[in-house]
């Protein structure tokens, strides 16, 4: 009896072995598991009969079959620990992480061009201390004409053509407005400078925009005289062009500065020979400045005759236009990426901007 029930035993331990060396997948193994050790499977057969046995083998028997059980449950489980192991040991393979190599590379946006020469000429200007003001862009006839020296009815208001709101405002028409509000809010001495937008009732074109940048810059104290002025904007050009620049100064009409002068700088792109850039003249008209005029002086509370100043009025969009080779001044307000983007930034160098 006993004898025959090892055979038995031998059997299903052999069927258990031939059905885990075809189960090549943990899904297998637990339906060859099932259908062994289920009711109508051989080993659950087995040890359902135990209780039908006569009593003298039936203890015997029962300590066999289950012992049987425990090693083939075992077989299985190890069986299923190994496949796991691998599919583990493949799966690492496949995803390996290199905690050594380099990141991947992730385009970042920057600042407009305008932008990088306004922080340019911050730079430059907070070295020799000047310090940045701001000033609204909706402006009073006060600051932007009459304080200036540019009273009601006189022909320089003819110079900006005015975006005028129904009650009397205006778009500010230029960053000098910011010099008066300068003086009256700090008193001299003062070396300021004034970014900002600034608008124009324009038709537009290449060279023409309703809306622009400039950068006022003012400087007073005792004994400012044309040869500050003159060494003040030689810095600046010669600072953002990274080389030395040749500059003269011509007779120029503003209201608000007594001597005025457009301050031409060499061509760089014939180095004064005269090409198509320069107009043949070997010259690029790029700095408005002068001596501030006494009445703009007195607007600002200053006595004209214990203080004098000079001023500027830097075109930033042109000046970003030159140096960055910007050809149509309505790309640079299009928002078109492709007309904004700095040559630094398409030669793929790494770019460095404040955040
Ligand atoms: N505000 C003048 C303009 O926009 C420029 C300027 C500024 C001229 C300061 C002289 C001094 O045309």
Not at 77 to 87: F, G, H, S, W
Not at 94 to 99: C, I, L, M, R, V
Not at 136 to 145: K, S, V
Not at 229 to 256: C, N, Q, S
């Given at each position: 009896?006993?004898?025959?029930?090892a055979?038995q035993l031998?059997k299903?331990k052999?069927e258990?072995?031939?059905l885990?060396?075809?189960?090549?997948t943990i899904?297998?193994?637990r339906?060859?598991?099932?259908?062994?050790m289920?009711?109508q499977?051989?080993?659950?057969?087995?040890l359902g009969?135990?209780?039908?046995l006569?009593?003298e083998?039936r203890?015997?028997?029962?300590?066999?079959?289950?012992?049987a059980k425990?090693?083939i449950t075992e077989?299985?489980?190890?069986a299923?620990?190994?496949?796991?192991?691998?599919a583990?040991?493949?799966?690492?393979?496949e995803q390996?992480?290199d905690?050594?190599?380099?990141?991947?590379?992730?385009?970042r946006g920057?600042v407009h061009?305008?932008t990088?020469?306004?922080?340019?000429?911050?730079?430059i200007?907070a070295?020799i201390?000047?310090?940045?003001?701001?000033g609204?862009?909706?402006e009073t006839?006060y600051?932007n004409?009459?304080?200036?020296n540019?009273?009601?009815m006189?022909?320089?208001r003819?110079m900006?053509d005015?975006?005028?709101?129904?009650?009397?405002?205006?778009l500010?028409?230029?960053?000098?407005?910011?010099?008066?509000?300068?003086?009256l809010?700090?008193?001299p001495?003062l070396s300021i400078i004034?970014?900002?937008?600034v608008?124009?009732?324009e038709?537009e074109?290449a060279?023409h925009?309703?809306t622009?940048?400039q950068l006022e810059?003012l400087?007073i104290?005792?004994?400012i005289?044309?040869a500050?002025?003159?060494?003040?904007m030689?810095l600046?050009l010669t600072?953002?062009f990274?080389r030395?620049?040749?500059v003269?100064?011509?007779?120029?009409?503003f209201?608000f500065v007594?001597?005025?002068?457009?301050?031409d700088?060499?061509?760089?792109?014939?180095?004064?020979?005269?090409?198509?850039?320069?107009?043949r003249?070997?010259w690029?008209e790029?700095?408005?400045?002068?001596m501030?005029?006494p009445n703009?002086?007195?607007?600002?509370n200053?006595?004209p005759?214990?203080?004098t100043?000079?001023a500027?009025?830097l075109g930033?969009?042109?000046?970003?236009m030159?140096?960055?080779?910007?050809?149509?001044?309505?790309g640079?307000?299009?928002?078109?990426l492709?007309?904004i983007?700095?040559?630094?930034?398409?030669s793929?160098a790494?770019?460095?901007?404040?955040?």
């Amino acid at each position: 009896m006993l004898e025959q029930l090892a055979e038995q035993l031998k059997k299903v331990k052999d069927e258990a072995e031939r059905l885990l060396a075809e189960s090549k997948t943990i899904e297998a193994i637990r339906q060859a598991e099932s259908r062994l050790m289920g009711k109508q499977g051989p080993l659950g057969s087995l040890l359902g009969q135990i209780g039908k046995l006569p009593a003298e083998v039936r203890g015997a028997a029962g300590k066999e079959i289950n012992q049987a059980k425990a090693r083939i449950t075992e077989l299985f489980a190890a069986a299923k620990t190994a496949l796991e192991q691998a599919a583990d040991k493949q799966a690492s393979a496949e995803q390996t992480f290199d905690p050594t190599l380099p990141g991947p590379v992730v385009p970042r946006g920057s600042v407009h061009p305008v932008t990088a020469v306004q922080w340019e000429v911050e730079e430059i200007m907070a070295r020799i201390g000047f310090v940045v003001v701001g000033g609204p862009e909706l402006e009073t006839d006060y600051y932007n004409f009459e304080a200036l020296n540019i009273p009601a009815m006189h022909p320089a208001r003819d110079m900006q053509d005015t975006f005028w709101l129904t009650n009397g405002w205006l778009l500010r028409t230029h960053t000098s407005p910011c010099q008066v509000r300068a003086m009256l809010r700090l008193g001299p001495p003062l070396s300021i400078i004034a970014p900002g937008r600034v608008f124009r009732y324009e038709t537009e074109d290449a060279s023409h925009a309703n809306t622009f940048h400039q950068l006022e810059g003012l400087m007073i104290d005792r004994h400012i005289s044309i040869a500050n002025l003159i060494a003040v904007m030689k810095l600046i050009l010669t600072e953002i062009f990274h080389r030395d620049i040749k500059v003269r100064l011509r007779p120029g009409y503003f209201p608000f500065v007594e001597p005025g002068f457009e301050l031409d700088m060499q061509c760089g792109i014939c180095g004064g020979s005269g090409c198509p850039t320069c107009k043949r003249s070997g010259w690029i008209e790029i700095l408005p400045c002068g001596m501030v005029h006494p009445n703009v002086l007195r607007s600002g509370n200053i006595d004209p005759h214990e203080y004098t100043g000079f001023a500027f009025g830097l075109g930033l969009t042109r000046l970003a236009m030159m140096k960055y080779g910007v050809a149509d001044i309505r790309g640079l307000n299009s928002g078109d990426l492709r007309a904004i983007i700095r040559p630094e930034q398409r030669s793929g160098a790494a770019i460095i901007d404040k955040d």
